[in-house]
């Protein structure tokens, strides 16, 4: 379908009510997350019916929704650049009170022990309460996984750098290491990319162009001691997107991506599991978001084939497909996809009244 004949407001909205269903998708109330078989999951998926059948009134969105939600609700409350740190304190806030929400939603442990160090209530002195210590071993996903809406705020090129300062900082309020919270400057910047309609072929190319920013803000927003152990630590994020960007024929910024001759379902699996540091496709903060990528490279229009994609397969399904989902959406609005698949969506209404404000917003940030 034509990009340009469906309306902004379509768009938004897709993005966050997608976002939702592509994770309840991967999701499948826990089942389909932690199965490791991409095959098994179509396998279950066609006994059900096929994608058209799938019904999401009885899925449960993830913690990944839940977190989505908390970033996007702090976006559209009062605040103003003279005063950045009005969000930040908003943000961690949000994080930690969202965390009663995760009953049955299989929160990751960096999320919850982040979320537990933050103290927002903290806002006077050196410390500053949406801080937390630099963790080694931050790597994960959650960051990545709920910065899809920053995207949808600051949608505009010449908006990369207040993209980068809420993405990054956002990001290390659980995930305090690069790979983490680039992980949520890259989810961000993707869904901006479908916005202003860039070539998906660029995309990947556009996040390395964006990383010396990060590093810029990084140096400038950092306590000194804490700049060394981010130097030390970032090279694995570069490495890995630059790796991807070359097997998938696009560091050029030119050129379409190029594709195995057998790129099934097992292929796939494999391959994402080779892009994991945890031999999980998916789980960190570089691969969630390459995983999304990828599938919206070789998907197209088609919303069964991103889901076969990006959700349906042996790796952490649900974050991938949150994130995949959201950038499909910008792109392609509900182009084509089941009702069924949305429309009973848990939290439906609320990601329906976010995409509203955030659209609104957009103009006058």
Not at 116 to 123: A, I, M, S, T
Not at 199 to 215: I, K, M, N, R
Not at 319 to 347: Q, R
Request: aromatic fraction near 10%; charged fraction near 25%; glycine fraction near 10%.
């Amino acid at each position: 379908r034509d990009i340009t004949s469906f309306d902004m407001e379509e768009r938004y909205r897709a993005a966050m009510v997608l976002s939702g269903a592509g994770d309840a998708l991967g999701y499948k109330n826990a089942e389909w997350e932690f199965c490791h078989s991409g095959v098994a999951i179509h396998g279950e998926l066609a006994a059900l019916g096929g994608l058209e059948k799938i019904d999401v009134q009885n899925w449960i969105v993830s913690d990944d929704t839940v977190m989505h939600l908390a970033t996007a609700e702090a976006l559209v409350s009062e605040w103003s650049w003279d005063n950045i740190d009005d969000l930040f304190f908003k943000l961690a806030a949000n994080y930690k009170s969202c965390m009663k929400d995760m009953v049955g939603r299989q929160p990751g442990n960096t999320c919850i022990d982040g979320t537990n160090k933050l103290k927002p209530g903290l806002r006077h002195g050196k410390s500053k309460g949406y801080r937390i210590p630099f963790n080694p071993r931050g790597a994960g996903c959650g960051a990545a996984m709920r910065a899809m809406c920053i995207g949808l705020l600051l949608p505009q090129p010449a908006q990369l750098e207040q993209l980068v300062t809420i993405a990054v900082e956002s990001g290390r309020m659980t995930h305090n290491n690069p790979t983490g919270y680039l992980g949520s400057l890259a989810s961000a910047l993707f869904v901006s990319y479908a916005l202003q309609k860039r070539e998906l072929h660029t995309w990947g190319v556009g996040l390395l162009e964006a990383l010396p920013h990060a590093w810029k803000y990084i140096e400038r927003a950092t306590e000194p001691t804490e700049v060394e152990e981010n130097r030390q630590h970032w090279g694995y994020f570069l490495e890995k997107w630059q790796d991807y960007v070359r097997v998938r024929g696009i560091a050029d910024g030119k050129s379409q991506p190029v594709w195995p001759d057998d790129y099934g379902i097992e292929v796939r699996d494999r391959f994402y599991k080779s892009l994991s540091f945890k031999r999980w496709g998916g789980s960190g903060g570089h691969d969630a978001p390459m995983i999304a990528y990828d599938a919206l490279l070789g998907a197209g229009d088609s919303w069964r084939e991103l889901c076969s994609r990006s959700m349906f397969h042996g790796g952490d399904s649900d974050s991938t497909g949150v994130i995949a989902a959201a950038c499909w959406g910008a792109m392609h609005g509900f182009h084509n996809v089941p009702e069924s698949n949305y429309m009973k969506l848990e939290y439906r209404d609320r990601l329906e009244n976010l995409a509203a404000e955030l659209l609104k917003r957009s103009t006058v940030v």
